[in-house]
């Protein structure tokens, strides 16, 4: 892919928010990462979240939330150190052509750019979402072996991917 084609991730802007809250979702993919319009307004408003716009050149193709500080491991205290990411979707057009794991590979950059005190980065997962499963391992994101009830989607596995070589073990 050329870097040309790449996306980029950035902070939303106000246009750029409003903007996400309009990308359109498949119904099995609104199943599992929600209601976007809620969460870009959900984390624009949080003092602990970023909303965070994907690019491909000046269109808004896709929407994710970070939420800081109090990630955390089932059984363990809340790991300060680590970021959860939420709500990762690409707008329904856009699905299908090789972005998601270069924007999860710039998401990964962007925290440990911005953010090199948070060498932990935590997602939930539907056990039934099998390409998210997918797509998650080969950005290197383990499965922990946590494992929460679901909502509407079903149960969600725990995965964590270490932002830098050695700085963070389970």
Known sequence: MSSALLPRVELASTPQAEAARRLVLTAA????????????????????SDAMVVLLGDSVIGFYRLDYPTAHVPRRAPDRRAVTLRAFALDAAWQGRGLGLPTL????????????????????????????????????FVASGGMLPGGSGGPQH???????VGQWAP
């Open 158 to 164: 725990l995965m964590l991917r270490a932002l830098g």
């Open 29 to 48: 993919q609104a199943v599992y990462a929600g209601d976007i319009a809620f969460n870009v307004g959900n984390a624009m408003a949080a003092p602990d």
């Open 105 to 140: 590979a710039a998401c990964c950059a962007d925290l440990a750019l911005r953010h090199p005190e948070r060498p932990l980065l935590a997602l939930h997962v539907h056990a039934a979402n099998t390409i998210a499963l997918q797509l998650y391992r080969r950005a290197g």
